[in-house]
């Protein structure tokens, strides 16, 4: 009894210690012992997983936590990596530019969604000269990979990029597949959404979040993740049953948690394991 009341203590103590540095710092080291502590228990069962990769938002401009993100993505073994929006603050060349190299630097495969940050200054017209598609979609790992454009605010997906999403979902019918769009197409509390993020009153951006949910019912897609909120969320679309993951951002500019990527990991029995991986 007098041990189990002494190492009680000591782990009260120790971490009320952590907290203590953390605040000091800045930096949630609680959370980082329990990402370290995930991930080495993941490379125990690593037979189970098809793919692993990392996705990243909300950078906003912020070179170094990029460049310390893509420096972890990198040390941990990952090949590639998804930008799910805001690369910017407002969307020049200069800024879009800036990003792009600190990821052509980096020797990392990436691909990416335009934010409705990125496209303040010109629409899509920077974003696309800079980092090309604003949609598109790809293969890798035997799994297929679906980037939508959600961040005009206004005119949403549009009619030209949902018929492209129908024809490819009919060229890819037994693919297993992922998601990636900047706006999630719903949100049990917030109304940050694909119809919600622009006003509540554009009954057309609900009329396509309906017609989005109803192409991807039963087309094998494992997840969707998005970004914009600034936290880390993961929760189930009721229509359609897929999971949602919001990837914390990564940018320590108007932040509610630590800047942070997310740890992918694709298991062989179709489950998707997301494990929040804070910049140091």
Known sequence: MKNFLTISISLIVLIGLMFAISAFLGRDLINSALN????????????????????????????????????????????????????????????????KAIFDRSGLTYWGVMGDHDRWQSGSANFEKVLGRPYESFDRDNLHFILLDDSD??????????????????????????IVMHLPPYHPSSDRTLAGKGGTNNSGLQEQTDQLLNMIKDQKVLAIFSGDHHLSQSYTEPKTSVKIFISGAATSERNLQTPR????????????????????
């Open 36 to 99: 370290s502590l995930g991930t080495n228990l993941s490379q125990k069962d690593n037979a189970k997983v098809k793919t692993s990769f990392a996705v990243i938002s909300d950078t906003h401009s912020d070179s170094s936590d990029t460049q310390r993100a893509l420096q972890q993505i990198k040390s941990l073994g990952l090949k590639f990596v998804i930008h799910s929006g805001d690369w910017t603050t407002v969307g020049t060349i200069d800024e879009l530019k800036a990003q």
């Open 153 to 178: 605010l206004t005119n949403g997906l549009g009619e030209e990029q949902l018929d492209w999403l129908s024809l490819d979902l009919k060229k890819n019918p037994d693919r297993d597949k992922i």
């Open 261 to 280: 990527w997310e740890l992918v990991q694709v298991l062989q029995d179709q489950t998707v394991r997301v494990t929040d991986q804070v910049i140091n």
